[in-house]
């Protein structure tokens, strides 16, 4: 092996930059912003309303960012109990063979409701266990 390469897998400095640490450069920058910040959002804006797209679209992204999902609406039955479970998951099928929501939009709320019904589970269990110890006391 050559003078100062290293064995694959191996860092040459293992303990490496700390978490969270920030880079010199990006201190610096950070600083000078802060001074003038004032001046340099003035000038992004005044940018802007004078038509210069790149300063328009570094504004809107950051007052009105775009979603990456959009709000849904659909009647999902109430989960009280486990049985309640396949009227729920009839409702999701239905939506989605019906185009109101998407697979994925499916599937996000599917897993909300996996987690209902995991902590409906967890309740009955834990009532449960509350009968068993009190019947043996």
Do not use: C, W
Request: aromatic share 2%; no cysteine; net charge neutral.
């Amino acid at each position: 092996m050559k003078p100062g390469t290293f064995q694959k897998g191996q860092s040459g400095n293992p303990a490496g930059r700390p978490v969270g640490s920030r880079h010199r450069y990006t201190v610096l920058a950070e600083k000078l912003m802060s001074d003038d910040i004032e001046a340099i959002t003035t000038s992004v804006l005044n940018a802007a309303k004078s038509g210069d797209m790149t300063a328009a679209r570094l504004v809107l992204d950051r007052i009105a960012p775009i979603r990456r999902d959009r709000p849904v609406t659909f009647q999902l039955p109430p989960i009280e109990t486990t049985a309640d479970l396949p009227k729920a998951t009839n409702a999701l099928l239905q939506a989605v063979a019906s185009g109101d929501l998407t697979p994925a939009e499916a599937s996000d709320i599917g897993k909300a409701v996996d987690a209902h019904v995991r902590a409906i589970e967890a309740a009955d269990l834990h009532q449960r266990l509350l009968r068993i110890e009190a019947n043996q006391q």
